[in-house]
């Protein structure tokens, strides 16, 4: 499955922004999807991950009640509602597809190639 994450740009604190990933392939709906981000000089963190049918997320502790992951498998698409954002969200989100909900990069096997999300103070 190849991924391509947009939706990224530039917010005040408070505000809000909403990132797409649009996968190709025919099987999308047979992966887990995940969010990760990675700030300059940080390592990249896990966000959040739904599951394949979208009845199951599970956020990081930092982002729990502002982000919101959802996903539309008829339309190959995932996204990550952002809200109140902070100037600690800053960074480049990246979308993962894998096989078993997980928070660590290395569970997941596609990329897409991350979008820059900056907020300012």
């Known amino acids: 499955v190849q991924l391509q994450a947009s939706g990224g740009g530039l917010v005040q604190a408070g505000g809000s922004l909403r990132l797409s990933c649009a996968a190709s392939?025919?099987?999308?709906?047979?992966?887990?999807m995940g969010w990760f981000r990675q700030a300059p000089g940080e390592e990249r963190e896990f966000v959040a991950v739904i599951s394949r049918a979208g009845g199951s997320t599970h956020y990081v502790d930092s982002v729990k009640g502002r982000f919101t992951i959802s996903r539309n498998n008829a339309m190959k698409m995932m996204y990550l509602q952002m809200n109140s954002l902070k100037p600690e969200d800053t960074a480049v989100y990246y979308c993962a597809a894998g096989r078993n909900i997980a928070t660590m990069v290395n569970e997941y096997e596609y990329w897409g190639q991350g979008t820059q999300v900056t907020v300012s103070s």
């Open positions: 392939g025919r099987t999308f709906s047979t992966y887990v």
